[in-house]
């Protein structure tokens, strides 16, 4: 049976599906396709795409959890430095030495406040860093893989 259209290169509007596949078997063999690496090999460097993604995550998992441990240490130390505070607040003292120890005290939580954000954003860094690093490397090795496995077929 001929196209309906008339024209050439539509087997999908034709009722024989023989021809059809006919039509795509010319098609494919008329593309210039590279030919197929080794299915094993490229598995095995979709396998190791796949294992350093899955640390990386684990990397990232890591550092998080050591981030919230140490703030809730933080916020331990915080709330005791806080009681402490309100006891001497609360001891009776001149107006100018209360004062004067306010301003100490204020000092002194500003210092931790801006070390303890210090530290922490350190903590994600590294963390981040390291998860960054092993995905680099492995980018890195699975280029050089495919080059390799191309370069076979």
Do not use: C
């Amino acid at each position: 049976m001929a196209s309906d259209t008339g024209k050439p290169g539509f087997p999908f509007m034709m009722g024989n599906a023989q021809q059809v596949a006919d039509e795509w078997s010319k098609m494919l063999s008329a593309m210039k396709l590279p030919a197929a690496p080794n299915m094993d090999a490229l598995l095995a460097v979709q396998k190791r795409n796949m294992d350093a993604l899955s640390a990386a995550n684990r990397i990232a998992v890591e550092g998080a959890q050591t981030v919230a441990k140490r703030h809730m240490e933080i916020m331990q130390q915080t709330l005791a430095e806080l009681s402490e505070t309100m006891r001497t607040l609360s001891a009776t003292e001149a107006p100018g030495a209360k004062a004067a120890t306010q301003a100490e005290m204020l000092k002194q939580a500003y210092e931790r406040g801006v070390a303890n954000t210090k530290e922490m954003s350190d903590l994600i860094q590294r963390a981040n860093d390291e998860a960054i690093g092993q995905l680099n490397q492995r980018f890195t090795e699975a280029v050089d893989e495919m080059k390799a496995l191309m370069g076979k077929a």
